[in-house]
């Protein structure tokens, strides 16, 4: 169906965004519109005062860049016009299965229901009026819905899902400046238009031009950066952590994992939950305390560079977790409800940003003189790479104000001291 032009929207990231009618029909539904009640970073305002951007923009940004990628010549010449106009869709609608305060209420879905974001998703726009929109305007929901998550496994089209998800993807590109903008934890200039004109298809992958090596090496900068001094800030991480224990303790009362359509789902936003949760018994100390800034405080701090088998079981399995947390409790002469370890792969407070501290390898590969593309390990390219790629993670204890000194000694006394570097506050 050939798409007509609407108007534009001024974003403060990327300028002027031109949408369709048939884009703005979905933008104008009520699961989009809802992502204006979801904020991007759920507990970021305690730090960055700017960090108030929801859903909504962050929607309309990756919309705008999917929309870049597919005019790249390199990537269109692989694709016909309804793939290319699906791709913009599914950047628009990949987010619309957030609950309320993102990535926080995740636990409560994986505990519950064992569903994510991704998961719901794909039901809202199958099953919403999103369905609807969608077939009135020319598109398959279900194939929207697939592409939405990465899971579209079109034959011979892998890289169509990766404009989506995939190391490299627009939604990472556009909520590493997003992110960085509204907080002002700005660490270098990042040139994701470059980037985006460097990826090309090799063997059905997405792939990035080496001649871009140097702003693909300022993205992964700045993702590790963004992570220590934004998406894994010690007091925005305990703003996230209170509002995890407030929706765990007010769940079987308020009933937050028992809607049975998108529209129940959908009821619940940052505003509605953040009301529920006041007015319960259960949660309302909790919430008293974020509306006073009276946080979680952590008492002890380290970052592990290296893998052995006690940081693993530490990090990756809830029982050790849990004895950990007796361990120090007991030592500190407190109940253990009052510590509380908290690691970026904690199921309890999924951090999806954590996958960008592991190893990983990014697509790459160089170009020939005579047009043929070569594929390349990037961390046989670039030495900022190599070094940088190795697995990285943060362990920190919390505990109330009034315990902080006992359970700091408690730690440490278990865990070891805290290194002098890691006590620097970013």
């Known amino acids: 169906m050939p798409k007509s032009y609407w108007g534009e929207i001024k974003d403060p990231v990327h300028g002027y965004i031109y949408v369709t009618e048939q884009e703005k029909h979905a933008i104008d539904s009520f699961p989009v519109q809802r992502q204006r009640r979801l904020r991007q970073l759920a507990g970021s305002e305690y730090v960055y005062p700017g960090a108030n951007h929801t859903r909504f923009e962050h929607a309309i940004g990756v919309m705008y860049l999917a929309g870049r990628v597919v005019e790249n010549r390199n990537v269109s010449q692989y694709l016909n016009e309804d793939e290319c106009e699906a791709a913009k869709m599914a950047g628009l609608l990949h987010d619309v299965g957030h609950g309320p305060f993102s990535h926080v209420f995740e636990h409560l879905l994986d505990k519950e229901l064992n569903k994510t974001h991704e998961d719901m998703t794909q039901w809202i726009i199958r099953k919403s009026e999103l369905a609807d929109i969608l077939k009135e305007n020319g598109y398959n929901s279900e194939e929207i819905g697939k592409l939405a998550v990465g899971k579209l496994h079109k034959p011979k089209k892998t890289f169509l899902d990766q404009i989506i998800s995939s190391a490299v993807d627009v939604d990472k590109l556009d909520f590493i400046v997003r992110d960085t903008y509204h907080t002002g934890a700005e660490y270098g200039f990042i040139d994701i238009f470059r980037l985006i004109h460097a990826l090309d298809v090799v063997d059905e992958n997405l792939a990035v031009d080496l001649g871009a090596l140097s702003a693909l090496e300022s993205l992964i900068i700045a993702r590790i950066e963004s992570f220590k001094s934004i ?73 592990f560079y290296e893998k052995d088998t006690m940081i693993s079981n530490i990090f990756g399995r809830e029982k050790h977790r849990e004895q950990l947390q007796a361990d120090i409790a007991e030592k500190a002469g407190i109940n253990v409800e009052e510590v509380i370890i908290d690691v970026p792969t904690v199921p309890s407070v999924p951090y999806h940003h954590s996958v960008l501290m592991e190893p990983m390898e990014i697509p790459a590969f160089y170009r020939t003189q005579d047009g043929e593309k070569i594929p390349q390990r990037l961390s046989e390219t670039s030495k900022i790479f190599e070094t940088l790629k190795g697995f990285i993670n943060i362990l920190r204890v919390y505990t109330q104000e009034e315990y902080r000194k006992r359970v700091e000694d408690a730690a440490a006394g278990i865990l070891g001291k805290t290194p002098t570097t890691a006590r620097i506050s970013y």
Not at 233 to 258: C, D, P, S
Not at 264 to 275: G, I, K, L, N, Q
């Open 231 to 303: 998406y894994f800030h010690r007091v925005g991480r305990a703003a996230q952590i209170m509002l995890a224990i407030a929706m765990e303790k007010a769940n079987e009362e308020l009933g937050l994992t028992q809607f049975k359509t998108p529209e129940e789902y959908m009821a619940m936003d940052d505003y509605t939950v953040w009301t529920m949760l006041k007015n319960c018994g259960k949660s309302n100390g909790i919430i008293r305390n974020l509306e006073r800034r009276k946080m979680l405080k952590c008492a002890y701090e380290r970052t």
